[in-house]
């Protein structure tokens, strides 16, 4: 009767652990698969959901220049390999730095013409001004330099000319390429792009497209 009696009690305590999923100790927590997680590994929902962002990334548009013409423009896109409706060609008026203007000042049509037959037979170089708020004046050179607009200046008083030194204000048309430069993590990556472009482009602007007109979209 005693062995029956624990043969029930064994079987009772065997059903137990299967209805229970219990591991028994003999197995272990040090096995394989069945082994716990250590404490440091375990992550929280809100670690997986941060592990699921993805850093925001914008579109990024470029304006390199400067460029004389607008099939220079076609052909540095071509250079980039950019198809046509992939870029636009932006053109800007440029304001340079002034020049320094040696001449004779302006004075009626007549003498003005005179004169300037004088100073060309004496084989000064100069031009009539026949244009402008400087009409009838004779330009005796332009320089980017003062020093080098004073110096002459100082030589045509010692030829007897009436010159003054004149501020000539210039501008110039310039034209740049504008495309979609590709999407951009952060200003680093940016400043790279950037720094690669500077090697061949004297202008060099990578901007978000929200402040840049954009090439039109093709269908």
Known sequence: MKWLAMTLVLANVALWYLSSG???????????????????????????????????????????????????????????????????????????????????????????????????????DSYLVTEGENRNAISLGLFESREAAISVLEEKKRQNLNAILAIFPRNQISYALVFEAGHFQDSEAVEVAEADYQKDFDLVEIRRCEGVATPEKTP
């Open 22 to 124: 219990a591991v028994p100790p003999s197995r272990g927590i040090e096995q394989g698969e069945g082994r716990l997680p250590r404490v440091a590994t375990l992550k929280t929902p809100h670690d997986n959901a941060a592990e699921a962002v993805v850093p925001s990334q914008s579109m990024h548009c470029a304006r390199l220049g400067w460029f004389e013409s607008e099939a220079d423009v076609g052909d540095a896109a071509e250079a980039l390999g950019m198809p046509d409706g992939k870029y636009r060609v932006e053109e800007l008026e440029r304001e340079q730095a002034p020049l320094h203007w040696v001449l004779i000042p302006p004075q009626p049509a007549d003498q003005a013409r005179e004169m300037f037959r004088d100073i060309q037979r004496r084989g000064i």
